[in-house]
């Protein structure tokens, strides 16, 4: 018979897969591996909710709010989209945010989350190059992205938050105490190589401003000053040797700026903030999230196909936009507070994911995303881990 500790392993082990729904594999997008998927999450949300009445401490009241304002963006949208309440079961996903009061209850181990997400790392970059490999097949995801674009086979391979995470890891760990520092490296290496593959432009920027800032930050003004006038050399020869991912990705750069006021993110934040909403009801409570097969989707859809207005590249506006104004202020007030927590050395990965999601904020939505969701979640209770400590440390010198 499992102890409680072997199935709360069990029970966050099997929440990252099917929080991810396998990767999105083919197989999962309908039938019996999605409904499982969507069966386990919503128990996981059944046995958190009621944490949800516990006394609030550091980050519970923020999470509580952005769940339920995602549930009651639902109402908006049946009442003045016409959404059923039928499409709305496509939100389960998006409500396992109350998981995190389940992990904050338990008091789940921060260093087992460690070695989950390093294990699906793993499995992550063996999908990832699986799938790049056999770029002509749709095996993971779905097929708008993949794409030749910037001088490769594009693929934006779903289960980036989980990716993202398991590499902030592995950066700390090769330069903490931790054994097996190879396999760390090993990681970092196949991981840089897999995120320049998938050439999104704002993660490039962001793996390797973190990843030079966390081997400098101790390294003196003159080591500092060398490695980045390296670095500077090898960019600059990246971008003038001949290949094909370096000319896309000056080619995408020009065509943006070229675009000046007219890039279309800007005109679809415009639209979707200031034409979008039906009436201020669903400018403040939101208008809910679109599910493909009822009218509100396809409208979505409609403005993507035709116009280019993709609430997927708009990060925050489109989280204001579907689940209303609360979220929002929650979401700043989590990313606030987690600014002045002190976190120890060996757990500085939870700024460098912070970062990651700050610097893509207003351009991707890896806020809200399903494929990060779940690191989101880890990474805000790592937060909490680290709240809970300060705050007993404090009440031990108050006693002493």
Partial sequence: MLTTEKR?????????????????????????AKNLSYAFLLGAVVISVPYIFQKNFGFTLPIKLIGIAIIFSNVTCYLFWDQSLVNSVSIIPYITWFVFLYLDHIEYDLEKIEKIVIIYGFLYLVLFFYQFYRNDTVLFGFKEEFKEDRGVIRIDFPGGGIFYLA???????????????????????????????????????????????????DASIGKKLAVV??????????FNIENPIATGLADKSAETASEGGQYIRLLAAEYFVGDFSPNIFCTIFGN???????????FHLNLGYKYGYFLSDLGIIAFFVMFGILPVIAYAYIFIKSIFIKVPPEFIYLRYYTFLILLTSFTSDYLYSLNFLIANIFVIYGYQVMMKYANYQTVQISYS
């Avoid at 929080?19 to 309908?30: E, K, P």
């Avoid at 490296?185 to 966390?214: N, P």
């Avoid at 006038?229 to 990246?238: Q, S």
């Fill in 8 to 32: 709360n392993d069990l029970f966050v082990f099997f929440l990252v897969i099917f929080s991810l729904n396998f990767f999105s594999a083919a197989f999962a997008h309908q039938g019996i």
């Fill in 167 to 217: 590499y902030f890891i592995a950066l700390t760990k090769i330069t903490g105490q931790a054994a097996r520092k190879w396999l760390y490296v090993l990681f970092m290496l196949l991981g840089i190589t897999a995120v320049i593959l998938q050439v999104t432009r704002q993660s490039i920027l962001a793996i390797l401003i973190i990843t030079l800032f966390h081997f400098l930050k």
């Fill in 229 to 238: 006038g390296l670095f500077g050399l090898a960019v600059l020869a990246f």
């Fill in 288 to 298: 809910g999230f679109p599910n493909n097969s009822s009218n509100y989707g396809q």
